[in-house]
């Protein structure tokens, strides 16, 4: 079935610190979705995508969707301890009504 | 504007007992997906379904599970005769099933513990 490297697993960083996580797949997605979840919590939506080359902001996060379809990227800047979580990215072939395909996740910790 | 309602949030089941898992769509949403989460990895894919139908089946275990999602009423996730290795995190998730650019919102989950 279809997997999604997603990488790191984890990161330790300092409050202020920018920080990077990516997702690649050996399959083309046609949407590109970022997640983030905290503990006890389901899944909430950060930033959706669904051009490839599209680069798109909200607030201090930024994701990319990669150019060949196949990754994706989110940078968090200027981190601040309520950023503490899992990061998931997930992926969809298709778009529009079809299940998501989810990374195994990103656990970042913040230090104040 | 009520999110998605899952409940109960912590379900303990002997084996071989049967879990119900409800999940409430958000309101005006007609589509309803199920994905189940094992500790320390990513949200898998289990079913989709819209009212009264089941459309995508694909991740779902052959025996013991079902899903359903009638005219009214919430979604139902039933899960026969439980064994330890069901114990996990199922999220349900729901999106208006109005055009190409869905979001899915998911609930706050339900934890499964077999005992």
């Known amino acids: 079935g279809q997997q999604l490297n997603q990488s790191p697993q984890s990161m330790f960083i300092q409050e202020g610190e920018d920080v990077s996580m990516n997702c690649t797949s050996s399959?083309?997605?046609?949407?590109w979705l970022w997640y983030k979840q905290d503990p006890g919590e389901g899944p909430v939506l950060l930033i959706a995508?669904?051009?490839?080359?599209e680069l798109t902001s909200n607030g201090r996060l930024t994701a990319q969707f990669g150019i060949t379809r196949k990754d994706s990227f989110l940078n968090i800047s200027a981190s601040i301890p309520s950023d503490v979580g899992i990061y998931f990215c997930?992926?969809?072939?298709?778009?529009?009504?079809?299940?998501?395909?989810f990374g195994k996740g990103m656990k970042l910790t913040v230090n104040p | 504007n009520a999110g998605v309602m899952q409940n109960p949030r912590h379900l303990v089941r002997r084996r071989g007992q049967e879990a119900r898992l409800r999940c409430s769509p958000m309101?005006?949403?007609?589509?309803v997906y199920w994905y189940r989460q094992l500790p320390e990895e990513g949200l898998k894919f289990m079913v989709y379904?819209?009212?009264?139908?089941?459309?995508?089946e694909s991740g779902m275990p052959k025996e013991r599970f079902s899903a359903e999602f009638p005219k009214e009423g919430p979604s139902i996730l039933r899960i026969q005769q439980v064994v330890r290795g069901d114990s996990a995190a199922y999220f349900c998730?729901?999106?208006?099933?109005?055009?190409?650019?869905?979001?899915?919102?998911f609930g706050p989950g339900t934890r499964l513990l077999v005992l």
């Open positions: 379904l819209q009212k009264e139908n089941i459309i995508d």
């Open positions: 309101k005006g949403h007609s589509h």
């Open positions: 995508l669904y051009k490839a080359g």
């Open positions: 998730a729901s999106s208006p099933g109005q055009g190409r650019r869905e979001t899915q919102y």
């Open positions: 997930a992926g969809q072939t298709q778009g529009g009504s079809e299940k998501l395909v």
């Open positions: 399959s083309i997605f046609n949407t």
